[in-house]
């Protein structure tokens, strides 16, 4: 009964969300104030019956229904708890359903949170992100079912889950990354609602900034977060691939980060804004792309959902709607929104649209390497793979020539500059920088790494640029306390996220130099030396642990003698499903990770171990969440939490209120 009342909400919500994309949208042109003030509590109740639908699934999984099909094929009844409610998106079906209920809760938080936006901006905002919601809603119930019942045949337990995914990670990185991945939705619903009203102005960037802040933090957040879930999960002690399906939720970063410095110029100073509506309608679509690629079936990944055709014909047709439909309304809309361009080739104003240039270059390039293989398939042309090569070759490049400019542009000044007073201002930074990528490389490794040279001078010359544009603040002030607290949420939102982007050249740099493993084949007792610490291996047990057996090896290391760590990787075989897994043993470190991988077993006792030390592999990973934080300090800002009164995006013929 619980199953099927899950899909009566799922079916009721469709229907508030085809009444929230039609009667606000037409209540905006009609000067209709009731249509349009049924916005709100249509989103809210999109939200409501969207989560009824999600929560008698979790019910399901939680209470092992194994009537359910989802549930007998992704679960078991040994299955841990915490596991059990993460399988719920461990899935095709049940990770859309997440998709949807993510959609509604950012549907419902602008219905909530937005009320000082004039009513028919408001009503024209949700109707977009409604449509957006009928679109997967459609999907989920025509195609991907998640209530699908097996009767009456049940079984009497279930299949298991991946034991891939029976991590703490698959707990919190999906949600994560698809608050961030579908958070893009309000950037686009705010371009869509503007471009249909007819008008772009400073107001419009304020309200649709700190949306795309927050959506851009959270798609930060997560994708360390599946970094870090990569790197001690899948036993290979990487942490990023440039897989296919990591660039699916690479690409919507790249142009998103893209949006928020255009925002910035766009809410400054009143330019640029039809390119910032492209770029939001970009960021979005590369969300759905990303959404296509997972779930039609046309790559093979580690994070793809198998699925069939038809689902992918489906997302297909959706996502050539909604791009095809957006771009040609930016088409006809876009001119009389166009903005005059004012501002000398020397300001900060060239140098973030600069900003703009390298992250698209960055993103079609990206998006070039992961298309290129189906391209080629579709063609007929045979099997190609793109993969570490290509994209370090023209990846990296083009961040090393965007950091410098990432330096210049907090300190350069709106509308117009000089040089000479960028040199009076940086050229101290810059001389500290050249000093330090010349003398710490030797520290590490007692010789000269001309990557990790560079990697400092950049990174120092961000950190430093950064530090120079703070006390140039506090320069006037009364005081250091003064001056400090004078500065708003969005500047030190913005010192902290370029601070982060330093940590992180540093960290992938000088891990991926200094790196070291080894791959050999160890019985107990014996030890070897890799870089400064000597492994020995101590002893080979049996464990056994909720639901799966273990061999399970221990290990000793020492530096000089000295005790650094115990460790104990393992080897799973999982008992529902016979699947067997690595889990790598790794002692982590702020300036190096220790990592321990078992193989296959060699002969008597034997077994293949993968030793590495990963030294400043941590640094990866606090610049990304360094940079998630900055995008969340924004919005603590002021002036985006002004009453209605203080409210000035206006629409043609509107009046103070808003209405037409």
């Not at 998709?99 to 936006?117: R, Y």
């Not at 998640?146 to 009497?156: D, G, I, N």
Request: proline share 5%.
């Amino acid at each position: 009964m619980i199953p099927e009342l899950g899909h009566l909400a799922l079916i009721i919500a469709l229907g508030l969300a085809l009444a929230l994309s039609v009667i606000p949208m037409w209540g905006s042109y009609k000067n209709h104030f009731q249509a349009m003030a049924l916005a709100p509590s249509l989103a809210i109740g999109l939200f409501v019956f969207v989560a009824i639908s999600f929560g008698c699934l979790a019910h399901a999984f939680l209470n092992d229904d194994f009537s359910v099909s989802l549930v007998a094929t992704h679960s078991n009844s040994m299955l841990p708890s915490a596991f059990k409610f993460a399988a719920v998106w461990g899935n095709h079906e049940g990770s859309l359903l997440l998709w949807v209920l993510i959609l509604s809760i950012w549907t419902a938080a602008v219905a909530v949170f937005s009320t000082p936006l004039p009513l028919p901006v408001l009503a024209r905002v949700l109707a977009v992100m409604g449509f957006v919601a009928v679109g997967f809603l459609l999907f989920s119930l025509l195609t991907s079912n998640p209530f699908a019942r097996l009767l009456p045949s049940t079984p009497s337990d279930g299949s298991d889950l991946n034991p891939l995914l029976q991590d703490i990670g698959l707990v919190i990185h999906p949600p994560i990354l698809y608050m961030g991945y579908v958070g893009f939705s309000v950037a686009f619903a705010f371009a869509i609602a503007a471009l249909l009203g007819g008008r772009l102005d400073a107001s419009w960037a304020r309200w649709s900034r700190p949306w795309t802040n927050t959506a851009w933090a959270f798609l930060s957040l997560g994708i360390m977060l599946g970094s870090w879930w990569a790197y001690y999960e899948l036993g290979w002690g990487g942490w990023w691939f440039w897989d296919p399906v990591e660039n699916a939720s690479f690409m919507p970063w790249l142009a998103g980060t893209a949006l928020v410095h255009s925002l910035a110029v766009t809410e400054k100073r009143g330019l640029v804004k039809s390119w910032t509506v492209l770029l939001a309608i970009f960021a979005f679509s590369l969300s759905l792309l990303g959404t296509f690629l997972v779930r039609s079936g046309v790559l093979t990944s580690v994070h793809a959902f198998a699925a069939d055709p038809t689902r992918g014909v489906f997302i297909l047709v959706f996502l050539a709607c909604v791009i095809g439909g957006s771009l040609t309304l930016y088409a006809l809309r876009a001119p009389a929104v166009s903005s005059r361009i004012n501002f000398s080739w020397l300001s900060r104003d060239c140098l973030l649209l600069l900003n703009n240039v390298f992250f698209l270059t960055a993103t079609l390039t990206v998006l070039f390497g992961t298309l290129f293989p189906l391209l080629m398939d579709a063609l007929g042309q045979g099997k190609y793979s793109v993969g570490p090569p290509y994209f370090n070759a023209v990846f990296v490049p083009l961040m090393a020539v965007l950091v410098p400019f990432m330096g210049i542009g907090p300190n350069a000044r709106w509308k117009q500059d000089s040089v000479s007073r960028w040199q009076r201002e940086l050229l101290v930074p810059a001389l500290v920088a050249l000093l330090l990528g010349a003398v710490l490389p030797w520290f590490h490794a007692g010789e000269f790494n001309p990557w990790v040279a560079l990697a400092v001078v950049l990174a120092s010359w961000l950190a430093l640029a950064m530090l120079r544009d703070l006390l140039s603040k506090l320069r006037h002030a009364s005081g250091v306390g003064a001056g400090l607290r004078r500065l708003s949420p969005s500047y030190y939102g913005m010192q902290l996220a370029h601070l982060g982007f330093a940590v992180a050249i540093m960290g992938v740099v000088l891990a991926t130099q200094y790196s070291v493993e080894l791959d050999l084949k160890m019985s107990p007792g014996e030890s070897h030396e890799i870089a400064p610490y000597r492994f020995r291996f101590d002893s080979l047990e049996q464990v056994r642990g909720a639901n799966y057996v273990a061999d399970e090896a221990r290990f000793t290391v020492t530096r000089g003698g000295a005790l650094v760590a115990t460790m104990a990787a393992q080897k799973r075989r999982y008992l529902a499903s016979g699947q067997v897994m690595t889990e790598a043993a790794i002692d982590a470190g702020v300036f190096r990770d220790l990592f321990i991988a078992m193989g296959d077993p060699i002969g008597d006792q034997a077994w293949a171990i993968r030793l590495q030390v990963k030294p400043f592999l941590r640094w990866i990973w606090a610049g990304a969440i360094a940079m998630a934080l900055g995008g969340f300090l924004t919005l603590a800002d002021r002036r985006y939490r002004r009453a209605r009164s203080a409210a000035t995006l206006t629409l043609p013929g509107a009046n103070a209120s808003g209405a037409i």
